[in-house]
């Protein structure tokens, strides 16, 4: 399965305006889990597997093939990690991780 592209039709968007590309692929089913576990460290198929608390192997092959064909993840020797663009990515889900701990105090 390929990613969505940006200027191609896409889940919300006939037109793959590139933020309808862009949520199109990070809302699908675990794909924020896998980028965000890979942020913390970089992890082979079935170690990632675990952290992602056990999400079914098919799942995880179709995320990280996903992921790839969209430049935000790599596979080499040591398993699979970030590039430079998804590592961008998690810069600009920062602000949303700093918010949630907000959120999660008021909740309490």
Known sequence: MTAPKPGTPVRGSATGRPIMAALDL??????LRVIWELHQSGAGFRELQRRCERMSS??????????TDAG????????????PLGTELVAALLPLEAWSQTWAARQA
């Open 26 to 31: 990070l809302g699908r089913r675990w794909a």
């Open 58 to 67: 098919s799942v995880l092959t179709t995320r990280l093939a996903e992921l």
């Open 72 to 83: 935000l993840v790599t596979l080499d020797g040591d398993g699979y990690h970030l590039t």
